[in-house]
């Protein structure tokens, strides 16, 4: 199961320094000129969980292998995307396939470092952004309509289904609100997914500041802030330039004293693998032996078939059953075998919902 984050914002916000970063490549070209990445640029990054190195080291596994995330650097919008401005259309196609958002934001003063619409202002990019991004998904659900209207004088059922969706959707973005915004049964959720809205995925703001503020951030971050809690969404701080200039130490220890000289506890790049792992509403769970441990990912809501399913598609066509046992468990116990004889070991069937940090092992048949 795959899932990704689209990194999106203005020309030269920092958005493929971030990507090179996050990746520890140089896949994406940053270079100062706006358009400089035409093509998507995707790379995956191992989430930071210490739980799976204390399972590896319980069961003294021979490998270790986090859970991913993708990252997909797209190329920078600007005021008129919607209607094909840049390459706009090209580029909001990309967005359209990303699970969730991470808005990247020139938070940082430097006369260097051209600026697409000449001065630096969080806020506005962020409005500029958004707004091109709404329009999309008004063209895109005004067409939809147009079409299922005719559909209705027929009587259609998917038509019937889905325009009180859509006229609500549509009247949250003419009202200058993302689809997010509207409130949607769990029957409705279904087919809200299925119009593939870009306002409807989560959005991380990221702000990016000069190395000296990465620590402490600045009037432009607060105002970010302010903004990302009235809405309901998150934000971070980070300095592209000392997330390249951590991906360029070879050693941890390199890398953690790098970040200690400027005031930092961790880089962040985890703060962003972080919260979009928490964005995209996910958990893990873990399978642990002497060969590998593993660390696994499955949506909040998962049960232990779909959580199988993860694993390989015969897990979860020929489940059995699932033997669990709690990461605390797990650690407080020394084990699998400590956990048995502590009877913290069982079996879950079907209808069990996956826990953060369960350790599983599955029995099927096919």
């Not at 302010?226 to 971070?236: E, I, P, R, T």
């Amino acid at each position: 199961m795959g899932f990704n984050c689209g990194i999106v914002g203005l020309p030269n916000v920092g958005k493929s320094t971030l990507f090179n970063a996050l990746t520890a490549t140089a896949a994406a070209e940053a270079a100062n000129y706006p358009f400089c990445t035409i093509e998507p640029n995707t790379g995956r990054v191992g989430v930071p969980d210490p739980r799976l190195l204390t399972v590896a080291r319980i069961a003294q596994s021979a490998k270790i292998i986090p859970t991913q995330l993708e990252f997909v650097d797209i190329a920078g919008l600007v005021k008129g995307a919607s209607k094909g401005e840049g390459l706009g259309n090209q580029f909001l196609g990309h967005i359209r396939a990303t699970d969730a958002i991470i808005h990247v934001l020139r938070c940082f003063e430097d006369d260097d470092i051209t600026h697409v619409e000449g001065s630096v202002d969080p806020l506005r990019d962020l409005t500029t952004i958004e707004t091109e991004l709404m329009l999309a998904d008004l063209d895109s659900l005004e067409r939809r309509a147009h079409s299922l209207e005719k559909k209705l004088k027929s009587n259609d059922a998917e038509a019937k289904a889905f325009m009180p969706i859509i006229q609500r959707v549509l009247a949250a973005l003419q009202a200058g609100k993302p689809a997010l915004s509207i409130d949607l049964t769990a029957d409705e959720m279904p087919l809200f997914r299925q119009l593939q809205l870009i306002t409807s995925k989560p959005i991380l703001y990221v702000c990016n500041v000069a190395e000296s503020e990465a620590a402490t951030g600045n009037h432009y971050t607060k105002l970010v802030f302010d903004y990302a809690q009235k809405q309901g969404a998150q934000a971070v701080i980070i300095s592209a330039a000392i997330e390249a200039e951590v991906s360029s130490l070879e050693s941890p220890e390199e890398q953690q004293e790098y970040l200690e000289s400027l005031g930092l506890k961790e880089t962040g790049l985890k703060q962003v693998i972080k919260a979009g792992y928490q964005l995209l509403d996910l958990l893990t769970f873990f399978t642990v032996g002497p060969k590998e441990a593993r660390a696994w990912t499955v949506y909040q809501g998962a049960k232990a078939p779909q959580a199988a399913g993860a694993i390989h598609s015969d897990f979860e066509r020929g489940f059995i059953c699932a033997e669990t046992i709690g990461y605390d468990d797990y650690v407080s116990c020394n084990g699998e075998q400590g956990a048995k004889t502590a009877g913290k070991w069982r079996q879950e069937g079907r209808d069990y919902l996956v826990k953060d940090g369960d350790v599983f092992h599955f029995r099927f048949n096919v």
